[in-house]
């Protein structure tokens, strides 16, 4: 096949940043997103109803010069201190679409994450009684626990727990990243999904580690062994609804992801669908990328599939070797590599 046309596809997973950076993060997902879920991990972090809304306006005014636009779907970051009042709030209003849970400490812009989990239960009772879905980071920080082993221990002492508590409550476990995760997602209630990346499809931790190590393929979750990916393979070109795309795009300037303590997070936003459709190119389920890509996601977020299509053709391009990023510049994922699907 040399062609294929989709019905045009959604991120439910995206960092867009926040001032200079964002002329550039949003012209990438303007390309050809319909819409994208934008993660609320600012510094500081975006908390309020109201402060959803000051940052949606910044999104759509870096986006104002551009030939498209894609609909920015606001989330909230929930503290220890979140209410039900901000919950009915954000219910209320119709930008704000999910609450996201970072455990505190347990990715870039995490500190002023959820420190106690108990103590959250009156929230996501509220949540659910509102039904304002929860999307989660899903990895523990405690110290003993082993950086492979986090996923999967969140799992099974936070994520069951929350979801057999919480039946109604619909939950999105977010770039899932183990065999772990799939087997859970899809043994769970209708009300249970993921996202995955294009990054957990394409690689896993040799590809980071064999040979010299690569900081540019180090995010959170940690990319796990080949056993893993193959299994996240599986999921995502299964057709299986439970399963949709979130690239997780998450830009770091260059000299921050190459030095001693390099930050968490790939940056796939200017080539998100051309990465999947190779990925899906490959296990030859071509046929399987719109469910993926387009419909599932807003199935899942009861909101109208996009009406429109877009096209990809098999058509190289070269990716660029750096991209900017305010006043520094980024190392996109497979910078100076050629890609084979193209966006018509
Ligand atoms: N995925 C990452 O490695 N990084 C993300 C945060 C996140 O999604 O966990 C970021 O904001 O940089
Ligand atoms: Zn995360
Ligand atoms: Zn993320």
């Known amino acids: 096949m040399n062609e294929i046309t989709i019905t045009r596809p959604d991120d439910w997973h995206v960092h867009l940043r926040d001032g200079a950076a964002l002329e550039q993060t949003c ?35 870096a986006m104002a010069g551009l030939p498209r636009q894609f609909d920015p779907l606001m989330t909230l970051y929930l503290t220890d201190q979140t209410d039900g009042a901000e919950i009915q709030l954000a219910a209320a209003s119709d930008f704000v679409h999910a609450v996201k849970l970072y455990p505190a400490g347990a990715t870039t812009n995490s500190d002023a994450g959820v420190a106690e989990l108990d103590g959250l239960f009156p929230v996501l009772a509220a949540m659910e009684e509102a039904d304002l879905p929860l999307l989660i980071h899903g990895e523990v920080t405690e110290s003993e626990i082993d950086i492979f082993d986090r996923e999967k221990v969140f799992i099974d002492r936070h994520l069951a727990p929350i979801a057999a508590r919480f039946p109604g409550l619909r939950i999105v476990l977010e770039h899932i990243t183990t065999r772990d995760a799939v087997q859970f997602v899809r043994e769970a209630g209708n009300n249970v999904a993921a996202t995955i990346t294009a990054h957990h499809l394409m690689f896993n931790r040799n590809d980071m580690l064999v040979g010299g190590i690569r900081p540019h393929y180090y995010c959170l979750p940690i990319l796990k062994r080949n056993i893993h990916q193959n299994e996240l393979i599986e999921a995502a070109t299964s057709g299986n609804p439970k399963f949709f795309l979130g690239t997780d795009s998450a830009p770091h300037a ?30 030859d389920a071509l046929d ?57």
């Open 27 to 61: 012209a990438d997902m303007a390309r050809y997103f319909g819409r994208a879920i934008v993660m609320p991990n600012l510094t500081p972090p975006v908390t309020s109803v109201a402060e959803a809304a000051t940052y949606r306006d910044r999104i759509q005014r």
């Open 288 to 344: 399987k990328l719109e469910g993926f890509a387009s419909h599932f996601g807003p199935d899942f977020y009861r909101l109208p599939r996009n009406s429109d299509t877009i096209t990809l053709r098999k058509q190289a391009w070269p990716v660029p070797a750096d991209i900017p990023l305010g006043e520094d510049i980024l190392k996109p994922l497979s910078a100076g590599e050629s890609l084979n699907w193209q966006v018509a």
């Open 254 to 283: 260059r000299h921050r992801k190459e030095t001693d303590c390099g930050c968490a997070g790939v940056y796939t936003a200017h080539a998100a669908i051309e990465f999947y459709a190779a990925v899906f190119e490959e296990c």
